[in-house]
């Protein structure tokens, strides 16, 4: 089926149809760069990467742009605290930033602006809103006259008047209006400053991200993302300014994530669920995640979810993340102990012969059609939670076929190459969504090295205690690897271990 998107704009979902045929532009809100990147961070642009691939998978060229905030109200506050500058402190946790994408495999971004390096397309921006009446200079600054915009409100359905200055907003001398936003702000004694028509100064948040979206992407462009907290008034104000410089339509598609939520439990045992905020300090430091979970397993978890819903941290859904992630792994491992995969995987064909299809005609059918199911979860408003269900629908399968072949016994060449064809679909289509990025090995097994033949030896050791009825000495085998993270699993064709 051809793709939708739940567009915020209209509050529905619409068949996608790109601005140029062929080719989409995406742009991300990114992050003020004022402190270290936690997990919350990394929601938007984990989702953003697989959506990228997936269009990439079925045939557009994309182009995705995050942009880094590094002049703002929060950045300098955080410098003078830090008792370091602005600059040196953007530069720092902007690096901190970029180091954990790289951590998490997320290579798909085409460009990050700096909000810094964009100050004459700001300025020009705020000249073109003044002459068209958009916009007003007052002492210094330049604000945006939001009762000459008929439709704003347009994206977040709330009135002028719920407009606040919030933490971000600059109060100041010759605003009009309590609902009008700062587009330009004078700037204070050892502040960043550049100069403009007004006197020095340095941009306010909004017109910055309107600014570069557009020297990238154009005027109008296909999809604008971002956290369902930016919605109002960070792109409400996106979008007004944005329509009234150009009086074209600015984006397409609006696209929100859910928030990012820590699940902990009080001391009356109730779960109490919270955004994960700087503000309140139940972050998870994003390094350190990924240090002691590994970058997966967070993607994992992030694209089980809709990318709508609220996600939702604890331990366990960490559990529950692992065990699911692990099937996947166990398949591979299982595949890959069928015998040597290598000549399979060098060649460009895997023959099966008619006879061996024939008998297992469910399977086969099932397989394309679970890759079909698969595609059009995608194509449902980029549903990969729903994308996720199926790969496990089709590993069940490939574990059911190996069940009735008698694999572990009947290691004939039609069975194995089964087998590898397709897990290497399975594989191919996690990958779509940024899954096995080191692929699932295929051509290694368990019994590789000394840990292998160790395990060889307990397990021949335990087969000999259950011949002679031994069973508390099997049993023992059995629990003590199973203390140290080690389950041993009996097939018909013998007895395989994992790791867990």
Same mark, same amino acid.
């Given at each position: 089926?051809?793709?939708?998107?739940?567009?915020?704009?209209?509050?529905?979902?619409?068949?996608?149809?790109?601005?140029?045929?062929?080719?989409?532009?995406?742009?991300?809100?990114?992050?003020?760069?004022?402190?270290?990147? /936690?997990?919350?961070?990394?929601?938007?642009?984990?989702?953003?990467?697989?959506?990228?691939?997936?269009?990439?998978?079925?045939?557009?060229?994309?182009?995705?742009?995050?942009? +880094?905030?590094?002049?703002?109200?929060?950045?300098?506050?955080?410098?003078?605290?830090?008792?370091?500058?602005?600059?040196?402190?953007?530069?720092?946790?902007?690096?901190?930033?970029?180091?954990?994408?790289?951590?998490?495999?997320?290579?798909?971004?085409?460009?990050?602006?700096?909000?810094?390096? /964009?100050?004459?397309?700001?300025?020009?921006?705020?000249?073109?809103?003044?002459?068209?009446?958009?916009?007003?200079?007052?002492?210094? %600054?330049? &604000?945006?006259?939001?009762?000459?915009?008929?439709?704003?409100?347009?994206?977040?359905?709330? !009135?002028?008047?719920?407009? $606040?200055?919030?933490?971000?907003?600059?109060?100041?001398?010759?605003?009009?209006?309590?609902?009008?936003?700062?587009?330009?702000?004078?700037?204070?004694?050892?502040?960043?400053?550049?100069?403009?028509? &007004?006197?020095?100064?340095?941009?306010?948040?909004?017109?910055?991200?309107?600014?570069?979206?557009?020297?990238?992407?154009?005027?109008?462009?296909?999809?604008?993302?971002?956290?369902?907290?930016?919605?109002?008034?960070?792109?409400?104000?996106?979008?007004?300014?944005?329509?009234?410089?150009?009086?074209?339509?600015?984006?397409?598609? &609006?696209?929100?994530?859910?928030?990012?939520?820590?699940?902990?439990?009080?001391?009356?045992?109730?779960?109490?669920?919270?955004?994960?905020?700087?503000?309140?300090?139940?972050?998870?430091?994003?390094?350190?995640?990924?240090?002691? %979970?590994?970058?997966?397993?967070?993607?994992?978890?992030?694209?089980?979810?809709?990318?709508?819903?609220?996600?939702?941290?604890?331990?366990?859904?960490?559990?529950?993340?692992?065990?699911?992630?692990?099937?996947?792994?166990?398949?591979?491992?299982?595949?890959?102990?069928?015998?040597?995969? !290598?000549?399979? %995987?060098?060649?460009?064909?895997?023959?099966?012969?008619?006879?061996?299809?024939?008998?297992?005609?469910?399977?086969?059918?099932?397989?394309?059609?679970?890759?079909?199911?698969?595609?059009?979860?995608?194509?449902?408003?980029?549903?990969?939670?729903?994308?996720?269900?199926?790969?496990? $629908?089709?590993?069940?399968? +490939?574990?059911?076929?190996?069940?009735?072949?008698?694999?572990?016994?009947?290691?004939?060449?039609?069975?194995?190459?089964?087998?590898?064809?397709?897990?290497?679909?399975?594989?191919?289509?996690?990958?779509?969504?940024?899954?096995?990025?080191?692929?699932?090995?295929?051509?290694?097994? %368990?019994?590789?090295?000394?840990?292998?033949?160790?395990?060889?030896?307990?397990?021949?050791? !335990?087969?000999?205690?259950?011949?002679?009825?031994?069973?508390?000495?099997?049993?023992?085998?059995?629990?003590?690897?199973?203390?140290?993270?080690?389950?041993?699993?009996?097939?018909?064709?013998?007895?395989? &271990?994992?790791?867990?």
């Amino acid at each position: 089926m051809p793709l939708r998107i739940y567009n915020t704009l209209t509050g529905q979902k619409e068949l996608f149809e790109p601005v140029n045929p062929g080719t989409v532009g995406i742009y991300l809100c990114g992050p003020t760069v004022y402190k270290p990147p /936690h997990m919350g961070h990394m929601v938007g642009p984990v989702i953003f990467d697989a959506i990228k691939r997936y269009l990439t998978y079925t045939g557009y060229k994309v182009t995705l742009i995050v942009n +880094i905030t590094d002049v703002e109200d929060k950045l300098i506050a955080a410098a003078i605290e830090e008792k370091t500058t602005v600059v040196e402190l953007a530069q720092r946790y902007t690096k901190d930033y970029f180091d954990a994408l790289s951590g998490l495999g997320i290579d798909t971004i085409d460009h990050f602006p700096r909000a810094s390096e /964009h100050i004459a397309q700001i300025v020009q921006m705020c000249q073109t809103l003044i002459a068209k009446g958009f916009a007003y200079a007052a002492a210094g %600054n330049v &604000w945006f006259d939001v009762a000459k915009d008929g439709g704003y409100g347009k994206l977040s359905h709330r !009135r002028p008047e719920d407009q $606040e200055s919030g933490l971000r907003e600059l109060e100041g001398s010759g605003k009009r209006n309590p609902a009008d936003f700062g587009l330009w702000k004078s700037a204070k004694a050892d502040e960043p400053s550049w100069d403009s028509p &007004w006197g020095k100064g340095r941009p306010g948040w909004h017109i910055e991200c309107s600014a570069m979206s557009m020297k990238y992407l154009g005027e109008t462009f296909d999809i604008h993302g971002g956290g369902m907290d930016l919605l109002f008034p960070h792109h409400e104000n996106e979008l007004a300014q944005s329509e009234c410089c150009t009086g074209k339509p600015f984006a397409r598609y &609006w696209m929100h994530n859910g928030l990012t939520k820590i699940k902990t439990k009080l001391s009356s045992g109730e779960l109490k669920s919270e955004k994960m905020s700087k503000s309140i300090g139940n972050v998870i430091d994003a390094r350190l995640f990924l240090l002691q %979970n590994g970058a997966e397993l967070f993607r994992y978890i992030l694209l089980s979810t809709h990318y709508r819903s609220p996600i939702d941290f604890s331990e366990d859904v960490l559990v529950a993340a692992k065990k699911g992630l692990t099937a996947f792994h166990r398949l591979a491992q299982r595949v890959a102990r069928l015998g040597d995969t !290598r000549a399979f %995987n060098q060649a460009n064909t895997i023959h099966v012969a008619e006879s061996f299809k024939a008998k297992h005609a469910d399977f086969f059918r099932s397989i394309p059609l679970l890759k079909a199911k698969f595609l059009e979860m995608m194509d449902d408003d980029f549903n990969t939670g729903g994308a996720i269900g199926v790969l496990h $629908e089709m590993a069940n399968e +490939i574990n059911s076929f190996l069940e009735r072949a008698n694999a572990e016994r009947d290691k004939s060449a039609d069975v194995l190459g089964a087998a590898i064809v397709t897990t290497q679909m399975l594989t191919n289509l996690g990958q779509v969504l940024g899954l096995f990025r080191a692929p699932v090995a295929l051509s290694t097994s %368990n019994d590789d090295g000394l840990a292998g033949k160790l395990m060889e030896l307990l397990i021949k050791l !335990r087969e000999d205690a259950r011949k002679s009825k031994n069973f508390a000495l099997a049993d023992g085998i059995r629990n003590g690897l199973s203390a140290i993270g080690v389950t041993l699993e009996d097939r018909a064709g013998g007895t395989d &271990w994992r790791k867990d």
